[in-house]
């Protein structure tokens, strides 16, 4: 039988790569030292079984996007990932499902060099915690609130094609297999978020939506915008799908993306990423529009909020 410490040594301590990391997994806390000239960027997510990812979901699946959804707010902030913690509440001990999670959140924090540098287990309902750690030049960070009036609005990647992969897990028929490897296995943008800490003047990574989430950056700046529809980067599985549904809104509100949307003055357009859309304007007036077809239309749908 597994102990809470065979437990994280045989499933969960590695070796740090990183410089900065001086004291990991096994003692009562982690160590860590700050270059001078960087600041450290913090970011916490709860993944919970049943609100979050499905009961019975693929274990590695999981821990790859535990992982990624954590690594997704460093990269809008412009953060280097250097370390994160993990904690886990476990109804049991089933070795084959802790082998394939920590499979899939090990790859993924080897791809970008992060440490796994401690954290904890308890017994409960199944329950996933990481705390992640990145560096970021002082005053380079970027943030919610500085968005300016005149700035474009830019996404990275495609929208809606996690929404859709969760439209199909509910039962939704289509032939859309990326759109289920999106939902399950999105990839942090980390090293757009790196390429956007000169150009952009806010950014927020697309979690609970497009129009939650540029929301934040709208009320957070103080200014409103206007989305261009016909601008959006849709996949062609999400263009059948609205096609097929007349739900429209769904790319709008859909969670789960973990694209980054940020907003960049005019002068540094041609800076920005190949891999990023124009999809919009920040404006003076309040409140996020929509254009479509010609027609402008306020958006006050959101996308998903706990305890709403």
């Known amino acids: 039988m597994l102990t809470e410490f065979s437990l994280i040594d045989r499933f969960f301590k590695n070796l740090p790569k990183n410089p900065e990391t001086r004291l990991g997994i096994g003692d009562d806390c982690a160590l860590l030292s700050i270059p001078p000239g960087y600041e450290l960027a913090i970011t916490t997510d709860t993944m919970v079984e049943g609100v979050h990812f499905f009961v019975g979901a693929n274990p590695a699946q999981v821990g790859h996007k535990l992982l990624a959804v954590n690594l997704s707010d460093l990269a809008a902030m412009g953060a280097t990932p250097i370390a994160v ?93 990326n759109a289920l490897v999106r ?14 800490r000169k150009i952009a003047s806010a950014c927020i990574d697309i979690s609970d939506g497009l129009a939650s989430d540029l929301g934040h950056i709208l009320l957070q700046s103080g200014v409103g915008a206007t989305l261009d529809f016909d601008k959006l980067p849709l996949s062609d599985d999400v263009k059948n799908y609205i096609q ?59 996308g998903y909020e706990h305890f709403s």
């Open 85 to 177: 913690t993990l904690a886990l509440t476990l109804p049991n001990v089933d070795e084959n499902w802790l082998g394939e999670f920590s499979a899939g959140f090990l790859k993924l924090a080897q791809m970008y060099n992060v440490d796994l540098i401690g954290g904890d287990t308890t017994k409960g309902a199944l329950t996933l915690t990481v705390q992640a750690i990145g560096l970021v030049p002082w005053q380079q960070s970027l943030k919610r609130s500085t968005a300016k009036v005149g700035d474009l609005i830019y996404m990275t990647g495609l929208l809606g094609e996690a929404g859709l992969g969760l439209k199909m897990m509910q039962g939704y028929r289509c032939d859309a297999e």
């Open 183 to 196: 939902f399950h296995e999105p990839i942090p943008r980390i090293e757009t978020g790196l390429a956007l």
């Open 244 to 302: 097929n549904t007349g739900d429209t809104l769904m790319p709008l509100i859909s969670g789960d993306d973990y694209e980054l949307c940020f907003t960049v003055p005019a002068r540094f357009a041609n800076r920005v990423p190949k891999n990023c859309t124009a999809i919009g304007i920040i404006e003076s007036e309040s409140g996020l529009r929509l254009k479509k077809a010609g027609q402008i239309e306020t958006l006050t749908e959101k």
